[in-house]
């Protein structure tokens, strides 16, 4: 019967470390996906700054650069907004690593020592 539990209980510390692993995964990719959208944004942004500002007077009241400089603008606004959730969803999920990690450590008495391990589990 001992060994029964101990087999599960080394299969659950297998599987809960498989899914700190797997929040760490989520995060980083979802904090590179965040990172892309706000960069491409911000870029955009600028570059529709810049078209806006070359567009001569010309037109009933928008030139045709100033037009096209907006829609670039608008863009880089909508993807830099896109990216949000991604930074929201990245820190949730590396939270929920944080949670669920596996702990080691070691005590001592008299003459012998004694090494641990186990799972840390906040709520």
Not at 31 to 37: E, G, M, P, S, V
Not at 69 to 80: N, R, Y
Request: net charge positive; aromatic share 12%.
């Amino acid at each position: 019967m001992a060994l029964f539990f101990s087999i599960n209980v080394f299969s659950q510390q297998s599987n809960s470390a498989a899914e700190v692993n797997r929040y760490l995964e989520k995060s980083v990719g979802q904090k590179k996906a965040a990172n892309i959208l706000s960069l491409t944004g911000g870029g955009l942004m600028v570059t529709g700054i810049i078209v806006a500002s070359t567009g001569s007077d010309g037109g009933w009241f928008f030139s045709p650069n100033q037009l096209i400089g907006a829609a670039v603008f608008s863009a880089g606004t909508l993807s830099a907004l896109a990216s949000v959730p991604f930074y929201i969803l990245s820190g949730r999920n590396k939270s929920k690593a944080r949670k669920i990690s596996p702990e080691f450590g070691s005590f001592r008495t008299n003459d012998n020592k004694y090494v641990t391990a186990g799972l840390k589990v906040e709520f």
